[in-house]
């Protein structure tokens, strides 16, 4: 009779969901925190922050802007679970997006002034994170070759078809939608009136969290 003994290891491994590695030119190590902005405050206590000081920012400054170089950003290495941030000394409007690569990779990034507000530091996250587009506009109609099949466009929060839209009728019950985004100011629409991609002072909208949780629960 053969006896078999089986050994059964516990292991509690306290994984990191996402890390932040921001580059900063100051001597002092910025404030980076989505602690008190929903829903990012669910997920803070698993995201590791490093800090690297950077003496060449991969952009440039103009008066109230900036200019990114994305062949520098190119160089970085596409993490799926990683974000980069920039702290830029001036006073600008942040930015955020994702930038992909030849080889399929993604590079996440942000740029933030220092002393940046919370909620515009997530504003830019949710570009990064969850590739959500902005909910204004101060700009003309959303062009007709950026129009994708059921009125998808490459933001899961905006959409050119008015009506009808499923993919936000499986999240929330809702028949009104509200013009803008992107930068247009028509033939674009977006799911609420007021959420944080549209003004900071604003919660983020149901249709907005469902896309950002679901990214921010890589695995």
């Known amino acids: 009779m053969r006896i078999f003994t089986a050994f059964f290891l516990l292991v509690n491994f306290e994984l990191c969901a996402w890390e932040f590695r921001v580059y900063h030119t100051s001597d002092i190590q910025p404030e980076i925190s989505v602690d008190a902005v929903k829903p990012f405050d669910l997920y803070a206590s698993k995201i590791k922050k490093s800090f690297f000081k950077l003496e060449e920012m991969p952009c440039s400054l103009y008066s109230g802007g900036i200019s990114i170089r994305y062949g520098q950003l190119k160089k970085l290495s596409g993490i799926n679970n990683c974000v980069y941030i920039f702290v830029v000394p001036g006073n600008f409007h942040g930015k955020g997006g994702q930038l992909k690569k030849q080889n ?5 990034y942000i740029f933030i002034r220092e002393n940046c507000p919370a909620e515009e530091i997530c504003h ?13 506009g101060n700009t003309g109609d959303f062009p007709e070759n950026m129009k994708k099949v059921a009125g998808k466009t490459i933001y899961p929060n905006l959409t050119w078809y008015e009506s009808g839209f499923e993919d936000w009728k499986n999240i929330v019950n809702t028949e009104k939608y509200f013009p803008g985004g992107a930068g247009y ?4 629409f977006h799911a609420y009136e007021n959420c944080l991609m549209r003004e900071l002072s604003q919660p983020i909208c149901p249709v907005c969290s469902f896309y950002l949780q679901q990214a921010l629960e890589y695995d």
Not at 128 to 134: E, K, Q, R, S, V
Not at 185 to 188: H, K, L, T
């Open 124 to 136: 830019e996250l949710c570009h990064a994170i969850a590739g959500l587009g902005d909910e204004y």
């Open 185 to 188: 100011v028509s033939g674009i």
């Open 104 to 108: 399929d990779e993604v590079i996440r």
